[in-house]
């Protein structure tokens, strides 16, 4: 069973950044690792992803160039730096994990994952 715990969510002013971690409880090799987020009234999207096996990532169009995923294999680690933060990232952020081989694209569905961290919540105020 991994535990998955994430921090770094706060409030910040429109154009603000930010940086998520999620430290998982054991080797994060074989695994894919993705960050996913949650508005009020919205469905859980997903956002980034990341195959510690490839090294590839992937990102949503809606934070593709703001956000980037990063991992720290030997922290067992996973980031998420948000940068060009707006008020409609507003969100509980989630970080999840499956001891899974495939594509990363396939990382960013929510029904692959089968463990899941409590959530931070990031705040963007204009």
């Known amino acids: 069973q991994v535990q998955l715990v994430e921090s770094g969510g706060g409030s910040v002013q429109d154009g603000g950044s930010l940086r998520l971690s999620c430290v998982a409880s054991?080797?994060?090799?074989?695994?894919?690792m993705g960050w996913f987020r949650q508005a009020p009234g919205k469905d859980r999207e997903g956002i980034a992803a990341y195959n510690v096996d490839w090294g590839s990532t992937t990102h949503a169009d809606s934070v593709k160039g703001r956000f980037t995923v990063s991992e720290d294999n030997a922290k067992n680690t996973l980031y998420l730096q948000m940068n060009s933060l707006r008020p409609d990232d507003t969100a509980m952020y989630y970080c999840a994990a499956v001891r899974v081989q495939t594509w990363v694209s396939t990382c960013l569905l929510e029904n692959v994952y089968n463990y899941w961290g409590q959530g931070t919540q990031v705040t963007v105020s204009s």
């Open positions: 054991e080797d994060i090799s074989h695994y894919c």
